[in-house]
């Protein structure tokens, strides 16, 4: 079964630079469409950057610009840059395939932007 590792998450002021990453224990980005998703308190998940199955990148509006999506296939891993974070961008972070049936879910990693 695959098993999803987020991490790099943190406390951060806005303005500030994070880099998440994520790992699988198999290779399953080449063959997958995958993503980066979030869940703020009280909020449901949402899917904030994505690779789509034709190796199209997406991000929802609010992260333009200052997201970018990126994966190392060698290395089983795929990464979130987030650049200029706001207070709005806390959220607890994970990483799945875009359609289902979804991998498990990992434990996500946190990301606190204080203003």
């Known amino acids: 079964q695959v098993q999803l590792v987020e991490s790099g998450g943190g406390l951060v002021q806005a303005g500030g630079s994070l880099r998440l990453s994520c790992a699988a224990s198999?290779?399953?980005?080449?063959?997958?469409?995958m993503g980066w998703y979030r869940q703020a308190p009280g909020k449901q998940r949402e899917l904030v950057a994505t690779?789509?199955?034709?190796?199209?990148?997406i991000y929802i509006d609010s992260v333009k610009g200052r997201f970018t999506i990126s994966r190392d296939n060698t290395k089983n891993t795929m990464y979130l840059q987030m650049n200029s974070l706001k207070p709005e961008d806390t959220a607890v972070y994970y990483c799945?395939?875009?359609?289902?049936?979804?991998?498990?879910w990992g434990q996500g990693t946190q990301v606190t932007v204080s203003s």
């Open positions: 198999e290779s399953i980005f080449r063959f997958n469409a």
């Open positions: 799945n395939k875009l359609a289902g049936p979804l991998y498990p």
């Open positions: 690779f789509t199955s034709g190796d199209s990148i």
